[in-house]
């Protein structure tokens, strides 16, 4: 079936630093792609998508562009700051009939400290 | 993109018990979903809810445990019956389409702790 493997965490950052969170995905067909965010006590938040290869989606800094070739859907934001501090997933979305679900890895816990 | 209200935000039960999560959309949408998060872990889905059919649960939940009801298009409730301690988590209410490239939006959650 589907599967999300995500970047271990926690992630330890300093402020300004250069983040890339890595994801990378076993899917049937062409899946969408997805980056949310999760800050503490709170649901999950749409960061950025990507629907189809070579896509890159952006968003307050963070990007990600949909690799086909490595089944890759990498985040990168140039210089992190404390608010960044969150849970992030990628999850997919299978392209197929009758399939609604979001896939999900683990999340990868960040802390950025100042 | 649609807000999404869910009550109550947190609750501590005691086990045995059962409590109805609430899910309000302030717009029509087709697909309502419910998740569990458990403690420092990712998001199961635990069954997709579509009104005017029956829910659909995905391996390991059952109608019995987890009974659902989508009255209409902007509602479902999500119902936690006889609860264990094993059932403390987040349950996530999320919206979204029919179409791959559609992405899901989410409440706030309701955080469950089981005495």
């Known amino acids: 079936g589907d599967s999300v493997t995500q970047m271990e965490g926690p992630v330890t950052l300093s402020e300004e630093a250069f983040l890339t969170i890595n994801c990378t995905y076993t899917?049937?067909?062409?899946?969408?792609l997805f980056w949310y965010v999760q800050y503490p006590g709170e649901g999950l938040q749409l960061l950025l998508k990507?629907?189809?290869?070579?896509d890159k989606g952006s968003n307050k800094g963070f990007e990600a562009t949909y690799r086909k070739e490595t089944t890759s859907f990498h985040l990168e934001k140039g210089s992190v700051q404390v608010s960044d501090s969150a849970v992030y997933f990628c999850?997919?979305?299978?392209?197929?009939?009758?399939?609604?679900?979001?896939?999900f890895g683990k999340g990868t816990k960040l802390s950025v400290i100042p | 993109s649609a807000v999404i209200s869910q009550k109550p935000s947190r609750d501590i039960c005691q086990r045995g018990t059962s409590l109805t999560i609430q899910c309000q959309v302030d717009?029509?949408?087709?697909?309502m979903f419910w998740y569990r998060q458990q403690p420092g872990q990712s998001l199961t889905l635990i069954a997709t809810?579509?009104?005017?059919?029956?829910?659909?649960?995905e391996s390991g939940f059952v109608i019995d445990k987890f009974p659902i009801s989508r009255p209409n298009l902007t509602f479902s409730t999500l119902t936690v019956s006889n609860m264990s301690p094993e059932d403390s988590s987040i349950y996530l209410c999320?919206?979204?389409?029919?179409?791959?490239?559609?992405?899901?939006?989410f409440g706030d959650g309701t955080r469950l702790s089981i005495l």
């Open positions: 999850p997919t979305r299978y392209s197929g009939a009758g399939s609604y679900q979001l896939t």
């Open positions: 809810a579509n009104q005017g059919s029956e829910a659909t649960y």
């Open positions: 899917a049937t067909g062409y899946p969408s």
């Open positions: 990507a629907t189809k290869a070579d």
């Open positions: 999320s919206v979204g389409g029919p179409n791959s490239n559609q992405p899901q939006h």
């Open positions: 717009s029509q949408v087709t697909m």
